[in-house]
């Protein structure tokens, strides 16, 4: 009985010493890491002082399951409805539209690996998915899908898709090669309007001007078009804005660019380096003091508190950073997964809510 009671007494000390200083909440499913924190997505309703595990799985069975093995590559929240969530993953496409309280798998793309996602803006119910070398469509809020754009190159991924919310016929993507594509007709038909010989990222449209667009490659730097894909800031040295970013050793090996929803032309990129910020559209860049020594943060994710930009967070394999002072100073918090912290979401309501997802360590 004695050593009954040390034995449990061991195993909550060291469940005390894995948490730090986060609370986590977990349920019961079908996590393959025995042993390990789950994956899948995290929640916070207290700006990050403790996370509570969100992955539960809707099943005709009724059974206790959860995505906590999934690798989660996007979140994205209904630019009109804040409880609809939608998530890219390893292993398909999975909707919540109570907020992540529970999950539903999309059958039509089964466990294919889901790349990227874009909502309509002005239809809820129409929505982009890029999935290896396709772009698939949806009109009717799931129910059916459609192919509507096809690359048959060999070993191409297409990367990005995004829609903007002033004309809704535009549509842009990306793929692995570096294409950036436009539609003007909703995704009929696609024309290539740049290429960059380097795998696109990101595509960020500018929160103030939907014609200034942003595509952040792997490791070539940023491009910009201020026309809607007319005219490129790399086609002329005094709008080339990766000349800001040559002081900054391997700043162009990209991680993730966000945009500062308070103030015009402010953006934060996560690169390499570290942590830069723009405050002028990327013409000239600042780097932000981190804990870390420069270069040796890998940094995966990257948010700031739409309501107040002196708030900052970002993730990395272990570690969730947070600044309340702009990036002067950080606290620190222990990882509530055994991934990486992949995606940060904050809500744009109510920003004191935040979403993690996680991803499997390549090992």
């Given at each position: 009985?004695?050593?009954?009671?040390?034995?449990?007494?061991?195993?909550?000390?060291?469940?005390?010493?894995?948490?730090?200083?986060?609370?986590?909440?977990?349920?019961?499913?079908?996590?393959?890491?025995?042993?390990?924190?789950?994956?899948?997505?995290?929640?916070?309703?207290n700006g990050s002082a403790s996370w509570e595990f969100k992955s539960s799985l809707l099943n005709a069975e009724g059974k206790p399951l959860t995505i906590g093995d999934?690798?989660?590559?996007?979140?994205?929240?209904?630019?009109?409805?804040?409880?609809?969530?939608?998530?890219?993953?390893?292993?398909?496409?999975?909707?919540?539209?109570?907020?992540?309280?529970?999950?539903?798998?999309?059958?039509?793309?089964?466990?294919?690996?889901?790349?990227?996602i874009a909502v309509d803006h002005f239809n809820k119910c129409n929505i982009f998915v890029t999935a290896g070398q396709s772009i698939y469509k949806t009109t009717d809020?799931?129910?059916?899908?459609?192919?509507?754009?096809?690359?048959?190159?060999?070993?191409?991924?297409?990367t990005n898709v995004t829609t903007e919310d002033y004309n809704k016929n535009f549509v842009y993507a990306a793929n692995s090669f570096g294409d950036i594509l436009k539609?003007?007709?909703?995704?009929?038909?696609?024309?290539?309007?740049?290429?960059?010989?380097?795998?696109?990222?990101?595509?960020?449209?500018?929160?103030?001007?939907?014609?200034?667009?942003?595509?952040?490659?792997?490791?070539?730097?940023?491009?910009?078009?201020?026309?809607?894909?007319?005219?490129?800031?790399?086609?002329?040295?005094?709008?080339?804005?990766?000349?800001?970013?040559?002081?900054?050793?391997?700043?162009?090996?990209?991680?993730?660019?966000?945009?500062?929803?308070?103030?015009?032309?402010?953006?934060?990129?996560?690169?390499?380096?570290?942590?830069?910020?723009?405050?002028?559209?990327?013409?000239?860049?600042?780097?932000?003091?981190?804990?870390?020594?420069?270069?040796?943060?890998?940094?995966?994710?990257?948010?700031?508190?739409?309501?107040?930009?002196?708030?900052?967070?970002?993730?990395?394999?272990?570690?969730?950073?947070?600044?309340?002072?702009?990036?002067?100073?950080?606290?620190?918090?222990?990882?509530?997964?055994?991934?990486?912290?992949?995606?940060?979401?904050?809500?744009?309501?109510?920003?004191?809510?935040?979403?993690?997802?996680?991803?499997?360590?390549?090992?």
């Open positions: 009985m004695l050593k009954k009671f040390f034995l449990v007494l061991i195993f909550v000390l060291i469940t005390f010493l894995l948490a730090g200083c986060i609370t986590i909440k977990t349920i019961p499913g079908n996590t393959k890491a025995s042993g390990t924190l789950p994956l899948g997505i995290f929640k916070s309703d999934v690798s989660v590559k996007q979140i994205i929240m209904d630019p009109n409805d804040n409880a609809a969530l939608y998530l890219a993953t390893d292993k398909g496409l999975f909707y919540s539209y109570t907020a992540a309280e529970s999950w539903q798998q999309l059958p039509f793309f089964g466990s294919v690996p889901i790349n990227n809020c799931l129910r059916t899908w459609q192919e509507v754009y096809f690359d048959k190159r060999p070993n191409l991924q297409i539609s003007l007709d909703y995704g009929k038909t696609w024309q290539i309007i740049k290429r960059l010989n380097n795998a696109v990222k990101q595509i960020l449209v500018d929160k103030d001007d939907t014609r200034i667009i942003y595509f952040a490659t792997e490791s070539a730097g940023i491009f910009k078009t201020i026309d809607g894909g007319k005219t490129w800031s790399d086609e002329k040295p005094e709008t080339d804005i990766n000349k800001g970013l040559d002081p900054f050793y391997d700043a162009k090996s990209f991680k993730y660019l966000v945009q500062d929803q308070t103030q015009k032309n402010t953006f934060v990129l996560a690169c390499q380096y570290g942590l830069l910020k723009t405050i002028n559209g990327g013409l000239n860049w600042d780097s932000i003091p981190l804990i870390t020594p420069e270069r040796t943060a890998n940094i995966y994710s990257l948010a700031i508190d739409p309501k107040d930009n002196k708030l900052i967070y970002y993730g990395t394999e272990s570690t969730f950073y947070k600044s309340a002072d702009g990036g002067k100073n950080w606290a620190t918090q222990k990882s509530p997964t055994s991934g990486a912290i992949n995606i940060l979401l904050i809500d744009s309501d109510n920003s004191k809510i935040i979403y993690l997802g996680a991803k499997a360590i390549k090992k």
